[in-house]
């Protein structure tokens, strides 16, 4: 296309013509879901030109399509980071080829900020320290050790350092809360149950589960059921991102707490794109509003949630 295509596009003011290319993580959880439908949504709402992959929750796979989109020298590319590190050459190639990119959900630890436009998404280790308040507060009289496992999120993904690091700092004024295991479930159901079983196998007393996602806690109570023991009572749940039936479980008491994470960034995402052609300058960092339910209150909420 002639030199100076995104120039035209401002001049232009249609919406049709903008190609927006949007490398997705997977579809490993419900929270995944909800955003890839508020993406797709929001581009058609927009008359956007939407070119989505899948990765499989695979780097490689996300890179690969980060350089297809700029083959098809799309005008905007947006992506979540399945992991914080090792974008810096791809992101330098789209740089390259004058095709700004915008973060949505995870960050990257590239320390070249010129790499991307903006970064749209929630404070992961807020969401941690929000876990960790609840527990404190509902253990601050303790005078018994209470044993904590810990389900993280993908290995090397923002939300699983960073919702670790949150919540490990809000627990540590209470020397009785102590994290007996912490390992990966990967952000999904099978594998939070997988691990769930090996957790209850050599820790004879499990006080607490903390979930980096609904999904994880979800199969952890699987397992939990399975050994006869009862979720939310006999094992303390607290998980993150309150998806359906994540809040459909808390209402039954078997999730204690839950932490929102939402997945709803479509509009956001769309309204930079529409900026960033328009050569406004936008906030390097936009963080998604979201809130708390304990079990009364996720129950009371339920009816109205979108997803
Ligand atoms: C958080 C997002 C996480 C969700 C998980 O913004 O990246 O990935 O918490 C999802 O459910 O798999």
């Not at 320290?129 to 993280?152: F, M, P, R, T």
């Not at 998806?243 to 078997?254: I, L, N, P, T």
């Amino acid at each position: 296309a002639a030199c100076g295509k995104s120039e035209d596009k401002k001049t232009s003011g249609s919406t049709s013509d903008i190609s927006l290319g949007f490398a997705q993580v997977g579809a490993e959880s419900g929270w995944r879901t909800a955003n890839t439908n508020s993406i797709k949504d929001s581009a058609s709402e927009a008359g956007f030109d939407l070119k989505f992959s899948d990765a499989q929750q695979k780097q490689e796979n996300q890179i690969k399509a980060i350089r297809t989109f700029i083959q098809q020298k799309v005008d905007v590319i947006a992506f979540s980071p399945v992991v914080e590190s090792g974008w810096d050459t791809v992101l330098k190639e789209a740089k390259d080829a004058g095709i700004p990119v915008i973060l949505t959900d995870r960050a990257v630890d590239s320390k070249d900020e010129s790499l991307y436009v903006t970064f749209i998404g929630s404070d992961f280790v807020e969401e941690g320290k929000k876990a960790g308040q609840w527990l404190s507060d509902q253990y601050k009289d303790a005078s018994a050790d209470v044993n904590i496992v810990e389900l993280q999120g993908t290995t090397g993904s923002a939300p699983a350092i960073d919702r670790k690091a949150g919540f490990e700092e809000a627990i540590k004024g209470n020397s009785h809360l102590k994290i007996i295991a912490s390992q990966t479930g990967d952000f999904t159901r099978a594998k939070g149950k997988e691990v769930m079983q090996a957790f209850l196998k050599a820790n004879p007393k499990i006080d607490v589960l903390y979930a980096h996602n609904d999904d994880m806690a979800l199969g952890a109570i699987q397992a939990i059921e399975a050994a006869g023991l009862k979720p939310g009572v006999d094992i303390k749940i607290i998980s993150v991102d309150a998806v359906h039936d994540g809040m459909q479980a808390a209402s039954e008491g078997k999730i204690n707490y839950i932490v929102e994470c939402n997945p709803l960034l479509g509009p956001q995402l769309m309204d930079a794109v529409r900026d960033v052609l328009a050569g406004k300058t936008i906030e390097k960092r936009i963080v998604t509003k979201e809130g708390t339910f304990t079990s009364e209150e996720a129950k009371a909420a339920l009816p109205d949630r979108k997803y």
